[in-house]
Nanobody, 121 residues
């Protein structure tokens, strides 16, 4: 059983920053990667960023490259998503998930309850 609990969302102006955190518990070593997907109202899930369990290789959807950074603290069992230069189109519920895929059309075995990110002036 894997449990994922997100925090750190909020309301921010365009150009602002937020850092999301995800507390990870359970056995995730069977997965190649964990990470984040987002879902805006009326839209499908979109895998945003992933980090591999083994070597820490990172992956990003094109729309966030250069703005978002995924990282992990293994000692704290915590996953992070640093989001800079936020845009209104980044507004969505962000979920920590396992396994992880970049893009749309994928299924996930585990995900957290989500944290809301709103980008608006």
């Amino acid at each position: 059983q894997v449990q994922l609990v997100e925090s750190g969302g909020g309301l921010v102006q365009p150009g602002g920053s937020l850092r999301l955190s995800c507390s990870v518990s359970g056995f995730i070593q069977d997965y190649y990667a964990i990470g984040w997907f987002r879902q805006a109202p009326g839209k499908e899930r979109e895998g945003v960023s992933c980090i591999s369990i083994g070597d820490g290789e990172t992956y990003y959807v094109d729309s966030v490259k250069g703005r978002f950074t995924i990282s992990r603290d293994n000692a704290k069992n915590t996953l992070y998503l640093q989001m800079n230069s936020l845009k209104p189109e980044d507004t969505a519920d962000y979920h920590c998930a396992a396994p992880c895929w970049v893009g749309t059309g994928y299924e996930y075995d585990y995900w957290g309850q989500g944290t809301q990110v709103s980008v608006s002036s």
